[in-house]
């Protein structure tokens, strides 16, 4: 028999185990469907709007309600709950009703008119960042917007023209030009790595799993002798469903990002596909090694690619950046392929630049891919000697 | 009784067990707390493209080199370079300053600084937009006071400079910290996740040895509240004192905001508990090997976190995620913690999600019982076979 037809006999052996019970399918399948279909409709309107804040207007004067106006003109943001005190305010805040409120105290309008400089204050809960931030840059331009106001006015009386006066109160703007991400969309930046994230994280425990099953039933050994007594013959056709399978996972989640959502992607499709077919590799490589070294552990190999998959999503450094931690840690990133699946697809994707930017990711992936060459001789021990340990 | 015991013993002889409900509660904290132990992004760098090279835009440059959130990496001669640097992420930003700066201003014409972003993390785009804004604004204000509007006093021209003063106050969350936002949320996540791996794999571990049931035989096990409640006691027990080391010991080395206070926490935290740990139980009727929890619940834990409604505001989420995000405790859990916790909530304050968790687990008790007495049935089913 050749190696390919012994391969493809394994495989199909393999089908057969995955008809056998439901958990295969909903780890391999639904899993990561539904985790694509969660996060783009989660965050389908792309940046949060109407985020419920209050107001304080104790002053309660023509000015201070001009103030309150142009406030809730501003888009993400809903004022439309006032309150007769800061107490009220920061009680409701407690309780969650809103995320920040506005306070402008009594006599602001006298202080003003009177050249005594008022002070009003706004305050956000930090303890929401998205929530937080996104109010806190509205609420700084509407303070702005409320003092400037008032020399506005004083610039019409003395009769300058809207330009004029533009002139004097802003002489210069800042024009701000996010590459790639024009409408700041928060699902494009968070989707695009936490999906392949928890598919990342599938495919690793997966292997394991399906790896594992065999000690566990007993049945390495006739494993073994399908394979005609070669490792990466039996390891070949075991993972070879699993690499179509999440390989397709990756192009569904390809095809739903880049062209039914219309997320940018500069690169083109295929490049993101065969990222995807790259990362699944590495994977299913890094789980392969996790079980190598613990031969026959099948639940702290799985429990190592957990703790790795879990980790990613912190250490990839898409949220918080790798280089603001300390520097061990922005060594160890290296060490996680979500890290270089980011890496690769803001290069590619996002940017559009050429691939030749991050080829040290690139090679990291590819020796990704070669790791379980360090531990085939342990697969061999293994399959002679080694039985389950619970 | 007799069943708490004897369950206490098997979570104590079970390594795998343990090392899902005593060392990942213990270590995981530590080791995310590490990880975003600096904060705040600081010094960003950024490529400078100043085509005025004048005084003013000396003077703005140098000023956002000043600020805590940028750095000024390098001066380049045209956009190509700069862009070569972002490419090679040497830099996250470009900002580029017109030739037509100075004359603009004398001719009271507005001018514009082009600010391009490197989208990659949204942290850096904040920092440097915020920067950015900062000194354009006061860089603004010296402009208008001085040849527009100068007073006679210099308390006059602070006055003009801003005729209504305006303070920003981050509540609960000073420095605007990463670590103060996430960590809290996921040690309450961190609770849930570990139960129902941990439970979940005793379940496995009991169908293993008891030919497919939750139970093993005899008439210890007989009924099916005692034995929902035999199991629950030891995990209660041990996970009261995991919730009391979370808030306390991780806390405070990590100067996590806590404002909250000890009784209000602990009483949260029981229904919480109680809650996550009935939960479990009725996932453990899908459970039939040992290895199947970590399979089908670790990589839950990033879809629960982002239906908590903590990182994605709850106002602009679909109905339907928010219905489903009322299935697990988690979301009760993380929010009421984070209102206890950082922002000092009494129990008055989260009494919404207090009154959930105390609903949750009444429904996931009465749902244990009945999967208990589901496997009991079968039990004898299978016992009667044997004899017949």
Known sequence: MTILKRILAISR??????????????????????????????????LPTNLPAGIVDEDNTHVSRTIVRTIDALEETDFSRSYASYTEARQAMQ??????????????????????????????????????????????????????????????????????????????????HPIGNPTLDYSVYLN????????????????????????????????????????SVALWGKLLPQTLIFTLMFVLCDVVFYKYMQYPCRSGLWSMMLLGFATVL????????????????????????????????????????????????????????????????????????????VWTSVAALACFILLPLLVLPRYRTAFLKRKYKP | MKIWLHETALIFRDKGILIFVVFVPLMYPLLYSWVYTNE???????????????????????????????????????????????????????????????????????????????????????????????????????????????GTTDRQDDINRMPIEYEYVALYNPQSGFAAFLIPPVLM?????????????????????????????????????????????????????????MFTVVGRTFTLPSLGDYGTFVRFAIPYILACIFLAMVLSSLIYRREDCILLIVFLSVPLLFLSGLSW????????????????PSTFGMNGYVRISSMGATLADVKSEYMALWVQTGIYFLAACAVYAHDLRKRSRQVALAKA
């Not at chain 2, 190509?80 to 001719?107: C, F, M, W």
């Not at chain 2, 989420?317 to 697990?328: G, I, K």
């Open chain 1, 192 to 231: 695009n790595i936490i999906v392949p994230g928890i598919f990342i994280l599938l495919t690793m425990l997966s292997t394991t799993y399906t790896i594992g099953i065999e000690w566990k039933n007993g049945t390495q050994k006739e494993l073994y002798r399908m394979a005609g007594q070669s490792s």
């Open chain 2, 313 to 328: 505001p709850v106002s602009s989420m679909p109905d339907v995620w928010r219905y489903v995000s009322y299935l697990f």
């Open chain 1, 95 to 176: 309780r969650g009703e809103i995320y920040a409120f506005f306070y402008i105290p009594e006599g602001t309008t006298r202080d003003a008119i009177s050249n005594r400089q008022p002070k009003i204050s706004f305050y956000t809960n930090e303890s929401y960042f998205v929530a937080g931030s996104l109010l806190m840059k509205d609420m700084r331009t509407a303070s702005e917007l409320s003092g400037l106001a008032l020399t506005r006015e004083t610039l019409y009386a003395k009769g300058a023209t809207e330009d004029e006066a533009m002139a004097v109160i802003q002489p210069i703007v800042v024009e701000t």
């Open chain 1, 13 to 46: 052996r393999e089908l057969r185990i995955y008809a056998g019970r439901p958990l295969y399918l909903s780890c391999m399948v639904v899993a990561p469907v539904l985790c694509v279909l969660m996060f783009v409709t989660l965050m389908g309107s792309g």
């Open chain 1, 282 to 357: 590495a994977s299913q490589a890094f789980g392969v090694l996790m079980f190598g070294l613990f031969t026959g552990q099948m639940r702290m190999a799985m429990c190592l690619c957990s703790l790795w998959g879990i980790l990613s999503f912190s250490l990839a450094g898409f949220t918080f950046p790798v280089t603001a931690m300390s520097p061990f840690l922005e060594r160890m990133a290296a060490l996680f392929p979500l890290r270089h699946y980011y890496l690769i697809y803001v290069n590619q994707a996002l940017d559009g630049y050429p691939v030749s930017y």
């Open chain 2, 40 to 150: 705040v992004v600081r010094d960003v760098p950024l490529a400078v493209v100043d085509d005025s090279d004048s005084h003013l835009s000396r003077e703005i440059v140098r000023k956002l080199d000043a600020t805590p959130d940028v750095s000024v990496a390098a001066r380049c001669v045209d956009m190509a370079q700069a862009q070569e640097l972002v490419k090679r992420h040497e830099a996250y930003g470009i900002l580029r300053i017109p030739a037509s700066l100075e004359n603009d201003i004398t001719d009271s014409r507005q001018t514009y600084l082009g600010l391009y972003c490197d989208m990659s993390s949204m942290l850096y785009y904040k920092a440097l937009l915020l920067a950015a804004t900062n000194v354009s604004l006061e860089v603004n204000k010296d402009i208008k006071v001085d040849s527009h509007i100068s």
């Open chain 2, 189 to 245: 996540l961190i609770i849930q996740q570990t139960l129902l791996l941990g439970i979940g794999m005793a379940a496995g571990d009991s169908r293993e040895r008891n030919r497919g049931r939750l139970t093993p035989s005899g008439r210890l096990y007989r009924h099916p509240v005692s034995n929902v409640i035999g199991t629950a006691i030891p995990f209660l027990l041990l996970y009261v004192l995991m919730a009391v080391y």
